[in-house]
């Protein structure tokens, strides 16, 4: 399956934006998540999902402030990111679950395919 993620930009700190994932084959019975990699860090969890839309899982970071959905009809998984602060600054990855594999997950290594990135940019 291949990911093509969109919806990054420059935005000031307090705005929102939302990032889109939509994948080319269906996200059906796969987990889905978002991760970030910020200038000279390593990539991180952000949010993740189970494929039935239940069971979403949070970054402390960002628990309370960005929200993860999906619609498997589209084939598309969602982060609404609200009250944006410049250290979410980053690229943000989608990244999906082997079919059948349909639990969340915090971790990278559960991830087999992966988004080409959108970056985010937050000024304060």
């Known amino acids: 399956v291949q990911l093509q993620a969109s919806g990054g930009g420059l935005v000031q700190a307090g705005d929102s934006l939302r990032l889109s994932c939509t994948a080319s084959?269906?996200?059906?019975?796969?987990?889905m998540g978002w991760f970030r990699q910020a200038p000279g860090k390593e990539r991180e969890f952000v949010a993740a999902?189970?494929?039935?839309?239940?069971?979403?899982l949070y970054a402390d970071s960002v628990k309370g402030r960005f929200t993860i959905s999906r619609d498997n009809a589209k084939n598309t998984v969602y982060l609404q990111m609200y009250s944006l602060k410049p250290e979410d600054t980053a690229i943000y990855y989608c990244?999906?679950?082997?079919?059948?594999?349909?639990?969340?997950?915090?971790?990278?290594?559960?991830?087999?395919?992966w988004g080409q990135g959108t970056l985010v940019t937050v000024s304060s």
């Open positions: 084959g269906r996200t059906f019975g796969r987990g």
């Open positions: 990244a999906a679950r082997r079919e059948y594999q349909g639990g969340s997950s915090y971790s990278t290594d559960d991830f087999d395919y």
């Open positions: 999902i189970s494929w039935t839309g239940g069971s979403p």
